[in-house]
T-cell receptor
Framework: GAGVSQTPSNKVTEKGKYVELRCDPISGHTALYWYRQSLGQGPEFLIYFQGTGAADDSGLPNDRFFAVRPEGSVSTLKIQRTERGDSAVYLC????????????FGQGTRLTVV | QKEVEQNSGPLSVPEGAIASLNCTYS??????FFWYRQYSGKSPELIMSIYSNGDKEDGRFTAQLNKASQYVSLLIRDSQPSDSATYLCAVLRKGGGADGLTFGKGTHLIIQP
């Protein structure tokens, strides 16, 4: 596709449930970032990948959060035992590489935990 | 831990005037700098990138970088109501490094007709 695609665009889930959020980056982009954004705040770093490997996962808030990118393209952010505090917009961005090239965002997934 | 600081605003500017948005960063190793615009309820949209000291102009937008002062700014000339948005500053170390691309909290800009 022409841009970064995230699915679903909206997700409502019950507290305690498991959710998966998907990101399909721009074709050929090797770097992929996940962020979380709450109302009135800037994007909060979660994890980024260079290729298939997680280059830095220090932003993941706890062990309920996990992300994979098995083939170096599509990535899935997985959240176990969701809590109401996980409610936010989850943003994915990709860039050609990590040399400083520009990163482009998808439209985000709005997660609501009820 | 890298830090990127921005005044949250709101910054109110009359239509047609120059809007000046500022950003400071703590990591001297940062090498790439970006400005994103975010409309309410939308995802961030890249508007400018700058990599070396000095000014970079693109239409009504000018990005300014001063690595010695660890300062990057965005000027918007002939401000329009459609420029009203939150502007996010982001920095990146070459090769990614810790945290990859780090964002400030953004400055809320209001252009008054």
């Amino acid at each position: 596709g022409a841009g970064v695609s995230q699915t679903p665009s909206n997700k409502v889930t019950e507290k305690g449930k498991y959710v998966e959020l998907r990101c399909d980056p721009i074709s050929g982009h090797t770097a992929l970032y996940w962020y979380r954004q709450s109302l009135g705040q800037g994007p909060e770093f979660l994890i980024y990948f260079q290729g298939t490997g997680a280059a830095d996962d220090s932003g993941l808030p706890n062990d309920r959060f996990f992300a994979v990118r098995p083939e170096g393209s599509v990535s899935t952010l997985k959240i176990q035992r969701t809590e109401r505090g996980d409610s936010a917009v989850y943003l994915c961005a990709s860039s050609f590489d990590l040399s400083g090239t520009e990163a482009f965002f998808g439209q985000g997934t709005r997660l609501t935990v009820v | 831990q890298k830090e990127v600081e921005q005044n949250s605003g709101p910054l109110s500017v009359p239509e047609g005037a120059i809007a000046s948005l500022n950003c400071t960063y703590s990591d001297r190793v940062s090498q790439s700098f970006f400005w994103y615009r975010q409309y309410s309820g939308k995802s961030p949209e890249l508007i400018m990138s700058i990599y070396s000291n000095g000014d970079k102009e693109d239409g009504r937008f000018t990005a300014q970088l001063n690595k010695a002062s660890q300062y990057v700014s965005l000027l918007i000339r002939d401000s329009q109501p459609s420029d009203s948005a939150t502007y996010l500053c982001a920095v990146l170390r070459k090769g990614g490094g810790a945290d990859g691309l780090t964002f400030g909290k953004g400055t809320h800009l209001i252009i008054q007709p």
